[in-house]
């Protein structure tokens, strides 16, 4: 993968301009906060937020991939408030789960989520490279 940055751009904190990528294209459904059993542990937007996030690299996993080929991820969110209050807490909890894998990112205020319990919805797209495709099938 290559991480682009045009030329005299500053490279943002948290995320990537845009990411380049060939190979087995992986693509997750909007993940939510809540567990396994469809319960929500939290009503925090912050542990939503690692619970929506562990969810969706469970999916990931099952398609022999990581947080390493994560290469697009759309936040749809409730409260622009809520999230600003509890950055340090999805500061920690990326990276404690994601480490120093920065993929395209949007994040978007919605009016609500199809689950009322939600505050958070992350959709997610992977490649894993060619070069490590193979050993993953």
Known sequence: MRILLPQGWPRPRGYSN???AEGKLIFVAGQIGWDSAGKFAT???GGQFRQALANT???LEEASAGPEHVTRMTWFITSRDEYTAALAELGAAWKELMGPNYPAMS???VSGLVEREAKIEIETTAVIPHHEAR???
């Open 57 to 59: 690299l469970a999916v």
């Open 107 to 109: 994040v978007i205020i």
């Open 43 to 45: 009503s925090t937007f």
């Open 135 to 137: 050993h993953h099938t």
């Open 18 to 20: 845009g990411i380049e």
